[in-house]
């Protein structure tokens, strides 16, 4: 079954960027999703297919993907950005939604 | 505006069912694919089951097939999930989100979650 692999934990100082990677064989050629996920929260979209944004999501959160390796990319970090952050992706060769073990974001 | 409420959560034994229900509104039900996805306490996401838009199609992580049924009733605005043969490792909240409509949308939206706890 596909894997994703992300770091459990990134840190960063305020007004800082914040790099969250997602590792996955040939990720590149799929499509990745980013959802933000604070404490007794449900998860938020925050970059669909990439690198889009949906609506009400900052210009601070922005993604990129190629190789094996997908990156959410945060800039200027905020205390509010501290929370956990998920890589999704579908993989059509085992019909699968697989999510990444998730990254706590800690802004110092 | 766009709603999920998920119901239906609660304490069960193991081998035993529980049947999770989603009421969507402020959007066409009928239009969008749905997802289940669980989270066990303290543990990240881990995806259950996704249904097509006129339930044409629908996938199951391999942990819950054979015992998950994901179904809807488009009529009724609502997705349900029947959840037999529990074990202790199916305790978790569940959540229901829908597709963002294209091909390569994500999840945009997620109810709030229900929490299914299998304990003796």
């Known amino acids: 079954s596909y894997v994703l692999t992300q770091p459990p934990s990134v840190s960063v100082a305020p007004g800082q960027t914040a790099r969250i990677t997602c590792g996955g064989n040939?990720?590149?050629?799929?499509?990745v999703h980013w959802y933000q996920q604070k404490p007794g929260q449900a998860p938020v979209l925050v970059v669909y297919?990439?690198?889009d944004r949906p609506s009400g999501i900052p210009e601070r959160f922005s993604g990129s993907n190629s190789g094996n390796t997908a990156t959410l990319t945060i800039s200027r970090v905020e205390a509010g950005d501290e929370a956990d952050y998920y890589c999704?992706?579908?993989?059509?060769?085992?019909?699968?939604?697989?999510f990444g073990g998730g990254t706590k974001l800690t802004v110092l | 505006e766009v709603q999920l409420v998920e119901s239906g959560g609660g304490l069960v034994k193991p081998g035993g069912s529980l049947r999770l229900s989603c009421a969507a509104s402020?959007?066409?039900?009928?239009?969008?694919?749905m997802n289940w996805v669980r989270q066990a306490p303290g543990k990240g996401l881990e995806w259950v089951s996704s249904?097509?838009?006129?339930?044409?199609?629908?996938y199951y992580a391999d942990s819950v097939k054979g015992r998950f049924t994901i179904s809807r009733d488009n009529a009724k605005n609502s997705l349900y999930l029947q959840m037999n043969s529990l074990r202790a490792e199916d305790t978790a909240v569940y959540y229901c989100?829908?597709?963002?409509?294209?091909?390569?949308?994500?999840?945009?939206?997620w109810g709030q979650g229900t929490l299914v706890t299998v304990s003796s």
């Open positions: 297919d990439d690198s």
């Open positions: 989100a829908r597709d963002g409509g294209g091909p390569n949308s994500g999840s945009d939206y």
């Open positions: 999704q992706v579908w993989d059509s060769s085992s019909d699968h939604q697989v």
């Open positions: 040939n990720i590149g050629s799929k499509s």
């Open positions: 402020g959007f066409t039900f009928s239009s969008y694919s």
């Open positions: 249904i097509s838009s006129s339930s044409s199609y629908i």
